[in-house]
């Protein structure tokens, strides 16, 4: 069995992600990885570039500044990097996740469990979607994802977040997907809240947003999204918790809730108390 990692990054310094805790939390049990980095205007590359590890392919890519619709500029580098996966496997990770070592052994088992099960397309996480500070999680972004594609099928990646199988030239669907065991840690939103201004002021063009608006805090949320987190951080990332996520999180006092909210409310009763689960997903279990 052979495994590829990739992923994309551009500006991931300014941005301050822990890019390169993600890379090194993933390359025990990847044979390669392959990363399409961006023309940044700080030192991501540099930072990539000494990272000791033989499996490290780069690929300097140019953005086109010019595509801004719906985010697919990320599809276009995600795509260039998981294009040049050979594995069996290709594993995407994004510059804010980070792999648990002692989930390790866990998905390198169930890649040699599903490998010559042609049914099973891609492999599926749960999430830590980590919020405010690195003691609480998130529970309204999505709660599972595929990570992990089968190198030999026909995949885009129509936004950079999720995989589209193509089973004709005309028409695409999502992939079906076997439970991976385990969670990725997503840290995008701990960072200090000045790398997330950065991020809103750098991106949102991207997305067709041309006034987007300044974020200035975590608090503008509904505490019934939040839960406490009472598990351990992948070691490899301690250092950054320590020196880069915010620390301390209070809710703005005049937050008013939302319809969304409520809704959202509803889902989290539905799923906590009658183990319903409605949220979407960008998978299918259906034929395994």
Same mark, same amino acid.
């Given at each position: 069995?052979?495994?590829?990692?990739? =992923?994309?990054?551009? %500006?991931?310094?300014?941005?301050?992600?822990?890019? !390169? &805790?993600?890379?090194?939390?993933?390359?025990?049990?990847?044979?390669?990885?392959?990363?399409?980095?961006?023309?940044?205007?700080?030192?991501?590359?540099?930072?990539?570039?000494?990272?000791?590890? $033989?499996?490290?392919?780069?690929?300097? =890519?140019?953005?086109?500044?010019?595509?801004?619709?719906?985010?697919?500029?990320?599809? @276009?580098?995600?795509?260039?990097? @998981?294009?040049?996966?050979?594995? *069996?496997?290709?594993?995407?990770?994004?510059?804010?996740?980070?792999?648990?070592? +002692?989930?390790?052994?866990?998905?390198?088992?169930?890649?040699?469990?599903?490998?010559? $099960?042609?049914?099973?397309?891609?492999?599926?996480? *749960?999430?830590?979607?980590?919020?405010?500070?690195?003691?609480? #999680?998130?529970?309204?972004?999505?709660?599972?994802?595929?990570?992990?594609?089968?190198?030999?099928?026909?995949?885009?990646?129509?936004?950079?977040?999720?995989?589209?199988?193509? $089973?004709?030239?005309? +028409?695409?669907?999502?992939? !079906?997907?076997?439970?991976?065991?385990?969670?990725?840690?997503?840290?995008?939103?701990?960072?200090?809240?000045?790398?997330?201004?950065?991020?809103? @002021? @750098?991106?949102?063009?991207?997305?067709?947003?041309?006034?987007?608006?300044?974020? /200035? =805090?975590?608090?503008?949320?509904?505490?019934?999204?939040?839960?406490?987190? /009472?598990? /351990?951080?992948?070691?490899?990332?301690?250092?950054?918790?320590?020196?880069?996520? &915010?620390?301390?999180?209070?809710? %703005?006092?005049?937050?008013?809730?939302?319809?969304?909210?409520?809704?959202?409310? #509803?889902?989290?009763?539905?799923?906590?108390?009658?183990?319903?689960?409605?949220?979407?997903?960008?998978?299918? &279990? +259906? +034929?395994?």
């Amino acid at each position: 069995m052979k495994v590829s990692g990739f =992923t994309f990054i551009k %500006n991931g310094e300014i941005l301050g992600y822990p890019f !390169v &805790e993600s890379i090194q939390s993933a390359l025990p049990i990847v044979d390669e990885f392959i990363i399409a980095v961006g023309k940044s205007d700080d030192n991501t590359l540099e930072r990539i570039k000494s990272i000791k590890s $033989n499996k490290i392919r780069i690929i300097e =890519t140019q953005w086109n500044e010019a595509m801004q619709d719906r985010g697919f500029v990320y599809a @276009q580098q995600k795509m260039t990097a @998981q294009y040049s996966c050979t594995g *069996d496997w290709a594993f995407y990770i994004e510059g804010d996740e980070v792999l648990h070592e +002692k989930d390790l052994d866990t998905i390198q088992k169930t890649m040699k469990k599903y490998l010559h $099960n042609q049914k099973v397309e891609a492999l599926y996480f *749960d999430y830590y979607h980590f919020y405010g500070k690195p003691d609480q #999680v998130f529970v309204s972004g999505y709660r599972r994802a595929p990570r992990i594609i089968r190198n030999t099928i026909r995949s885009y990646s129509p936004d950079g977040l999720f995989f589209v199988v193509m $089973n004709k030239n005309k +028409k695409g669907r999502y992939p !079906v997907a076997a439970y991976a065991g385990c969670y990725i840690y997503h840290y995008g939103h701990v960072r200090k809240i000045d790398y997330n201004q950065k991020k809103v @002021q @750098q991106v949102s063009k991207y997305w067709g947003d041309n006034n987007p608006e300044l974020f /200035t =805090t975590y608090g503008n949320i509904d505490l019934a999204e939040i839960r406490p987190f /009472t598990g /351990t951080h992948p070691a490899i990332i301690k250092d950054w918790l320590n020196n880069e996520a &915010e620390t301390e999180f209070i809710q %703005n006092p005049n937050y008013k809730i939302t319809p969304k909210d409520r809704k959202h409310r #509803v889902r989290f009763w539905m799923l906590e108390k009658l183990g319903i689960d409605i949220s979407h997903k960008h998978y299918s &279990e +259906k +034929k395994i």
